[in-house]
């Protein structure tokens, strides 16, 4: 009876020493993780300097071990620092410290998410800057303030002569056209003359209405395409390609992606 009692007593304390060591998820031991064939090839890539295809590897250990902490960081830092994609960096950074918890960086890891979140602001509100780029822009703000003042003078026109018109007992002359002044192009430095020509209930002078844009075409990206590549065989410039395609990023083209291509 005695030797019994011992017994069970041996088979228990077997099993507490178990439970530690029982069946755990992918992605809860760091050791397993950084062993993961995918895992080693990242890190592997990385030192070649192959950083795209460093987080496809980082990905593909994602896909083994969905709980990976650390190849959450790794793909967060290769976002950040290498691949200039700050929102792709902000989420792998924030599943990393929802994965570890307990990681010993957690304020230097909140610091580059803050720095990601800046770098975003900045991308999504940043403005043309260059000298061209604000003369044509004031260029198109002047043209549109012209149009807009010759299409109020005009429905002032014809509603006076619709109001005249409907006058009992009174039949008008026909009221004559607006002169059209000679082709000019207006800027700042050259604004438009004062206008001469005065009828009953408006004044009104015809400008010249701009043409309609040009309107682009596409090309759809290529297996190991560039932008560079892209704007030699449609015979275009790279800035000129940049410009047409401000939401591109260079580094990040993907094969079947469409980017604009303006004219040559």
């Known amino acids: 009876m005695l030797c019994g009692k011992r017994l069970l007593g041996c088979l228990g ?11 755990s998820l992918p992605g809860d031991n760091p050791q397993d993780d950084e062993r993961d064939p995918a895992y080693v090839r990242g890190k592997s890539l990385v030192s070649a300097m192959d950083f795209t295809g ?10 083994t071990s969905p709980r990976s902490a650390a190849a959450h960081y790794q793909l967060a830092w290769l976002y950040e620092s290498k691949l ?3 929102a792709a960096a902000i989420y792998h950074y924030q ?10 960086n957690p304020d230097v890891i909140r610091q580059h998410i803050y720095a990601c979140k800046q770098q975003l602001a900045k991308d999504i509100m940043e403005l043309p800057s ?4 604000q003369q044509q822009l004031e260029k198109l703000a002047d043209q549109n303030r012209r149009m807009q003042d010759e299409l109020d003078k005009w429905h002032a026109y014809y509603a006076a002569e619709n109001a005249a018109r409907s006058a009992p007992g009174i039949s008008p002359a026909p009221a004559p056209l607006p002169v059209v002044p000679p082709l000019t192009t207006f800027s700042p430095s050259n604004p438009p003359p004062a206008l001469t020509h005065t009828y009953p ?3 009104a002078v015809l400008r010249t209405v701009p043409p309609p844009p040009i309107q682009m075409q596409t090309h759809v990206v290529a297996k ?4 560079a590549a892209i704007a030699r065989n449609a015979k275009i410039s790279l800035s000129a390609l940049q410009a047409a395609n401000p939401g591109v990023n260079p580094k990040h083209l993907r094969t079947g992606q469409t980017v604009n291509l303006p004219p040559p």
Not at 95 to 104: S, T
């Open 13 to 23: 304390l077997v099993f507490l020493a178990l439970l530690p060591g029982g069946c």
């Open 54 to 63: 460093a987080a496809g590897a980082f990905q593909d250990a994602l896909e």
């Open 84 to 86: 200039a994609d700050p």
């Open 95 to 104: 599943e990393y410290l929802r994965l570890d918890p307990k990681a010993g």
């Open 130 to 133: 260059t000298p061209a780029a």
């Open 201 to 203: 209930a408006a004044t």
């Open 224 to 227: 190991g395409e560039t932008l």
